[in-house]
């Protein structure tokens, strides 16, 4: 298995875990670009959310990121990006969620 993120869910690769549900886990991002970057990516693989079709599995990934939010006590705000594909930057072809936060965030964030 070459996928990091599906090593990480396997256990394979360490993380610092934020979040687990049914399909669902979130860990923080190994380069933070602010006090708190947590990515939240569906356990089973999905390439980019471009490829995401399951509905319940996109519902679980919104609230997801939301608890996040609040378990991380984000109270001022955050922004959550997708990158998707060649032209959104995506580096690691597992669909995550960043949740960034913890400072005031200029108007773009490249990662
Ligand atoms: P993206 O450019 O949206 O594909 O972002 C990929 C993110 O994954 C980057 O912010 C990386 O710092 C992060 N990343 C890569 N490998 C790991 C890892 N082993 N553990 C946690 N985060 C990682
Ligand atoms: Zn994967």
């Known amino acids: 298995m070459s996928c990091v993120f599906c090593r990480i869910v396997a256990g394979e690769l360490p993380s610092t875990l934020v979040l687990e549900s049914e399909r669902v886990l979130a860990f923080r991002d190994i380069r933070p670009a602010a006090p708190v970057h947590v990515l939240v990516v569906p356990k089973a693989h999905v390439d980019s959310l471009f490829e995401l079709e ?28 997708a990158n998707t594909r060649h032209d959104g930057g995506q580096e690691v072809g597992h669909l995550h969620l960043h949740v960034v936060g913890g400072r005031r965030l200029g108007p773009m964030l490249a990662r």
């Not at 399951?54 to 990006?81: K, P, S, Y």
């Open 54 to 81: 399951d509905r319940e599995l996109a519902g679980e990934l919104l609230w997801a990121a939301a608890e996040v939010a609040r378990r991380e006590q984000l109270t001022g705000g955050f922004r959550l990006i």
